[in-house]
């Protein structure tokens, strides 16, 4: 495993809490920020990483 996977493993899991902080913000606030955190949520359950795509470092999840 190198350093970009760990990063990538971070990543999934940091947007995932992110989207879900802000979906409940938004939630409780009234404020458009529902929205806002739907995009990293589903990054994060896909497993949409940029760092990957741009650095082309990572190890590919079918070789995981």
Do not use: E
Not at 11 to 19: D, M, S, Y
Not at 43 to 62: E, M
């Amino acid at each position: 495993m190198n350093t970009f996977d760990k990063i990538r493993k971070f990543c999934r899991t940091f947007r995932i809490i992110i989207g879900l902080i802000l979906i409940a913000v938004g939630l409780f606030t009234g404020i458009a920020w529902f929205y806002l955190g739907v995009i990293p949520l589903i990054a994060g359950l896909v497993d949409f990483c940029p760092i990957c795509i741009i650095s082309k470092k990572c190890t590919p999840k079918h070789l995981q």
